[in-house]
């Protein structure tokens, strides 16, 4: 029966579709007609003359000569602004430098903090990769810009860490700006810490994702508003599932010098079910047991870390940057990370001399890192107490101290050049220093106009009271 109503229905459409092909003729001849009319249309309707006003020769220059454009970058507002005054670095820079004085100046600013730039090995390494690749490599690592000592590098970074793999990118600040987007797209969630660094506001604001801030090292208010979004996924758990959550902090923040509260972070982390990744910049190299920043400092295993990045621009004296993490996670880098997609690859040369400082640190790592240690106690110590009139932020062990005034002026370019002022006469005094540079309107958090000090394994007790009393007289001279 089925069988016999198929073959009819069949037979009836059969027999529909010649009729309504007819009766749908007439309707394609005249959209065919319109559609012909309107090409003989336009190919032979007469051109309106332009209404554009023709200027003559002479109109011309002098519209030309009166125009003027507007700069690309608007001109300091003041005489005396810090881009109108650079200093210039004379030779090479290490813990003494010269700034066209003639007079070589004890550097406090450099944050090279153990000097494995001024290592003859390190230079050896980068002047033999030089002589075997030359200067640059010339192009992106996804085309022709890998060599071997790229693939050297990496597998070394990973195995230093105790990862499965190493990414690596040619400038510090693209390598935290890229990784962040890489994976937090829109609609995720990031939850930083309100004093995160510059490169990594960048990356937040690449991801499009909602930026939530919490206080500076606030472990209550993090959870806080982790228990609020809990709320808020309840009542929408379609939304709840789709959406990401990561959290990025720093190991030893840049603005402030202070060590991030990490065992507790991990247990938010493991509570609230949050991707963990963490800037070690300036703890690469200088925390830990065995030199591996402030993971190996806590004892936390690496697979409560999603990802660590840094750059190689801090402890190991070069340039470029690096993201370690599992296989899964670090290889998606190598198809989504701007940086690293479409940036020239890092300098072979730069590269082999990470290299060489890899061999270093897990050679004499562990007692270069108790001297930078030693010495960073002791110049906290000596800033500490300084005249009452400036108030030193960081941690005792962290090489990256501020010195902020303590009572403020009201107005954040006064309090900025009374810094700058003071980093001037200290120079008088033999002592290299530097005002913490931001870009005030980008900054999502400004922190307060600061003297930045770094501390470096190589100072002596006598260049440690050296800087305390330049440092004392050219407050005393600045500030009445």
């Given at each position: ?8 229905t069949?037979?009836l ?12 003729g007439?309707?394609?001849?005249a959209?065919?007609g319109v559609?012909?009319?309107?090409i ?12 554009l006003?023709?200027l ?5 220059e002098d519209l030309i000569?009166e125009?003027?454009p ?8 003041e ?12 030779g ?15 550097n ?10 001024e ?5 050896e ?9 030359g200067?640059?490599?010339c ?6 810009g ?6 050297e590098l990496e597998?070394?970074l990973?195995a230093f ?5 190493a990414?690596?990118?040619?400038y510090?600040?693209s ?5 962040i987007?890489?994976?937090?797209k829109?609609g ?10 510059f490169?990594?506001?960048r990356g ?9 801030f919490?206080?500076?090292?606030d472990v ?7 228990k609020?979004?809990?709320?808020l ?5 379609k939304?709840a599932?789709?959406t ?32 963990l ?11 830990g ?19 660590i ?7 190991a ?9 599992t ?6 880098q190598r ?6 997609c479409?940036?020239a ?9 990470v290299v060489k ?10 007692a270069?890192m ?9 110049l ?9 009139k400036?108030?030193l932020?960081g ?7 501020h010195?902020?005034?303590k009572?403020?002026?009201?107005v ?7 810094l700058?002022n003071?980093?001037?006469?200290a ?12 870009l005030?309107?980008?900054e999502?958090?400004?922190?307060p106009?600061s003297i930045?000090?770094t501390?470096?394994?190589d100072l ?7 800087a ?8 005393d001279?600045v500030?009445e």
């Open positions: 029966m089925p069988t016999i109503i198929t073959s009819l069949r037979g459409n059969s027999q529909r579709r010649p009729r309504e092909q007819e009766e749908a007439p309707y394609h001849l959209l065919e559609l012909i009319l309107c003989i249309w336009l190919f032979t309707a007469k051109k309106k003359p332009s209404k006003i023709r003559t020769k002479k109109e011309e000569a125009w003027i507007e700069p690309l970058v608007p001109n300091p507002p005489a005396d602004h810090p881009s109108l005054n650079t200093r210039t670095v004379y090479k820079v290490g813990r003494y430098i010269d700034l066209g004085t003639g007079e070589k100046v004890l406090l600013g450099t944050h090279s903090y153990l000097n494995l730039g290592r003859p090995e390190v230079e390494a980068a002047l033999q990769c030089l002589h075997k690749y200067v640059g490599s192009g992106p690592r996804g085309f022709y890998t060599t071997q000592v790229h693939l597998d070394r990973a860490f105790n990862c499965e793999m990414v690596l990118y040619s510090g600040f390598t935290i700006a890229s990784a987007p890489a994976y937090s829109s995720d969630i990031i939850y930083a810490d309100e004093m995160v660094s490169p990594i506001q937040l604001q690449a991801s499009r994702s909602r930026i939530v919490f206080r500076h090292n209550e208010h993090l959870e806080e508003l982790l609020e979004q809990v709320i996924d309840k009542k929408d758990p939304k599932n789709a990401r959550k990561f959290m990025v902090v720093e190991s030893i923040y840049m603005n402030t010098g202070k060590m991030c509260p990490l065992p507790e972070l991990v247990k938010l982390r493991q509570k609230y079910k949050i991707r990744f963490i800037d070690e910049s300036i703890t690469f190299g200088t925390l047991e065995n030199c591996r920043g402030i993971t190996d400092y806590f004892n936390i295993p690496m697979k409560e870390v999603d990802m990045m840094a750059t190689l621009e801090t402890t004296a070069s340039t470029g940057g690096f993201c370690v993490g296989k899964f996670v670090i290889d998606h198809l989504s990370g701007l940086g690293y479409f940036s690859s890092l300098p072979p040369m730069l590269a082999a001399s400082v890899i061999d270093i640190l897990e050679t004499e790592g562990p270069l108790q001297e930078l240690h030693d010495k960073c106690r002791q906290h110590v000596a800033l500490s107490t300084l005249p009452d400036v108030e932020c941690d005792d062990i962290s090489p990256v101290k010195l902020r005034l009572v403020s002026t009201g954040r370019d006064e309090d900025e050049a009374l700058r003071i980093v001037e006469k120079e008088k005094y033999g002592i290299a220093l530097t005002v913490a540079a931001y005030w309107d980008q999502a958090n400004p922190p106009p930045r000090v501390a470096n394994k002596t007790k006598e260049e440690i009271s050296k305390f009393k330049a440092l004392q007289q050219a407050i001279d500030i």
